[in-house]
């Protein structure tokens, strides 16, 4: 099985930065994409950014111009680079990996909480 291990998460004021990493334990076979999930207790899980086939990026509204994902092939990982961040931020980070075969991985989440 594959594993999925995001890390970077913590606290940050507003305006501030932060970049989440996600490590796969191993190169995935048949991988069609990745992306960066997000969900506040009460709320549904929303995409945030992903990297598909082709190395298309997609992202929400609401971060777009502000948060960049991007993937370094050699290490199996996946990162989410967030500027200015916003209250409306603060929520629990989850990264997935879809491949071939009807294969769907899940990281474990990693907390981002924005504060002033």
């Known amino acids: 099985q594959v594993q999925l291990v995001e890390s970077g998460g913590g606290l940050v004021q507003p305006g501030g930065s932060l970049r989440l990493s996600c490590a796969a334990s191993?190169?995935?076979?048949?991988?069609?994409?990745l992306g960066w999930y997000r969900q506040v207790l009460g709320n549904q899980r929303e995409l945030v950014a992903e990297?598909?086939?082709?190395?298309?990026?997609n992202y929400a509204d609401s971060v777009k111009g502000r948060f960049t994902i991007s993937r370094d092939i050699a290490k199996n990982t996946v990162y989410l680079q967030m500027n200015n961040l916003k209250l409306e931020d603060t929520a629990v980070y989850y990264c997935?990996?879809?491949?071939?075969?009807?294969?769907?991985?899940w990281g474990q989440g990693t907390q981002v909480t924005v504060s002033s």
């Open positions: 997935r990996a879809i491949a071939r075969d009807i294969r769907d991985y």
């Open positions: 990297v598909v086939s082709g190395m298309r990026t």
């Open positions: 191993r190169s995935i076979v048949g991988l069609t994409s």
